[in-house]
């Protein structure tokens, strides 16, 4: 029977050989434009998000312009995205703790970026990993999914998932390794009908080798 170790290195191997630099799908110019992008992302699909960013950025380019908006003007601009009232609140709050705080510049270590209105821990992980190539994993939705269903991971909770996906990918890989799996669950090993007939993995996975009987 195959063990976690054996099969995370498989795994890897295969997105390695078949998804080389993997790449969020928000769309963004500047490290303040993702962090708002992911926040605004938070329950809500990242092409929504692509929709409205370009008039947001176009508003806010920078830290300052942000901090110094109305609660009327931002809700006005993302107002078709989910929880617009919360997340208006957070990107004020944000942009002013930043401009406050952090001289404008998003810092780079998920702790500082916690502190920020609207920032979880998810959301400092994907900012941390994607501008600053930080050997941190992001466990949303997709991430969580596909860790258990494939058996990289048994934890019940988001941070135990965390744990194990990072004790298990190598610090250099941990960046493109959150990429790969949200990829990954959002395309074909998806919530209601994967697609195991055209999973790359599926030889390794858990869930579809013991549903049809392999192990």
Same mark, same amino acid.
Not at 41 to 54: E, K
Not at 81 to 92: D, T, V, Y
Not at 176 to 184: G, P
């Given at each position: 029977?195959?063990?976690?170790?054996?099969?995370?290195?498989?795994?890897?191997?295969?997105?390695?050989?078949?998804?080389?630099?993997?790449?969020?799908?928000?769309?963004?110019?500047?490290?303040?434009?993702?962090? *708002? &992008? @992911?926040?605004?992302?938070?329950?809500?699909?990242? $092409? !929504?998000?692509?929709?409205?960013?370009? #008039?947001?950025?176009?508003?806010?380019?920078?830290?300052?312009?942000?901090?110094?908006?109305?609660?009327?003007?931002?809700?006005?601009?993302?107002?078709?995205?989910?929880?617009?009232?919360?997340?208006?609140?957070?990107?004020?709050?944000?942009?002013?703790?930043?401009?406050?705080?952090?001289?404008?510049?998003?810092?780079?270590?998920?702790?500082?970026?916690?502190?920020?209105?609207?920032?979880?821990?998810?959301?400092?992980?994907?900012?941390?990993?994607?501008?600053?190539?930080?050997?941190? *994993? &992001? @466990?949303?939705?997709?991430?969580?999914?596909?860790? $258990? !269903?494939?058996?990289?991971?048994?934890? #019940?909770?988001?941070?135990?998932?965390?744990?194990?996906?990072?004790?298990?990918?190598?610090?250099?890989?941990?960046?493109?390794?959150?990429?790969?799996?949200?990829?990954?669950?959002?395309?074909?090993?998806?919530?209601?009908?994967?697609?195991?007939?055209?999973?790359?993995?599926?030889?390794?996975?858990?869930?579809?080798?013991?549903?049809?009987?392999?192990?």
């Amino acid at each position: 029977m195959m063990d976690t170790k054996e099969r995370f290195f498989h795994i890897t191997e295969w997105f390695s050989r078949n998804m080389e630099a993997p790449q969020t799908e928000l769309d963004y110019d500047t490290p303040f434009h993702l962090l *708002i &992008a @992911v926040i605004l992302s938070a329950q809500c699909t990242d $092409r !929504r998000v692509n929709m409205h960013t370009p #008039a947001i950025f176009t508003r806010f380019p920078h830290p300052q312009d942000l901090a110094e908006a109305g609660f009327d003007e931002v809700y006005s601009l993302i107002r078709s995205i989910s929880f617009p009232n919360n997340k208006a609140r957070h990107l004020i709050g944000m942009a002013r703790m930043l401009v406050d705080e952090f001289n404008g510049v998003v810092p780079s270590e998920p702790e500082q970026l916690e502190k920020m209105p609207g920032v979880g821990r998810k959301t400092a992980n994907v900012i941390a990993s994607v501008i600053y190539n930080k050997p941190v *994993i &992001a @466990v949303d939705t997709h991430v969580f999914r596909v860790s $258990r !269903r494939t058996g990289l991971s048994d934890g #019940a909770t988001v941070e135990a998932v965390e744990k194990d996906l990072t004790a298990g990918f190598a610090p250099e890989l941990r960046p493109d390794a959150h990429h790969w799996l949200i990829l990954h669950g959002r395309y074909t090993c998806t919530a209601r009908k994967p697609k195991c007939h055209e999973c790359g993995i599926r030889e390794w996975c858990r869930q579809y080798l013991e549903e049809n009987s392999i192990i």
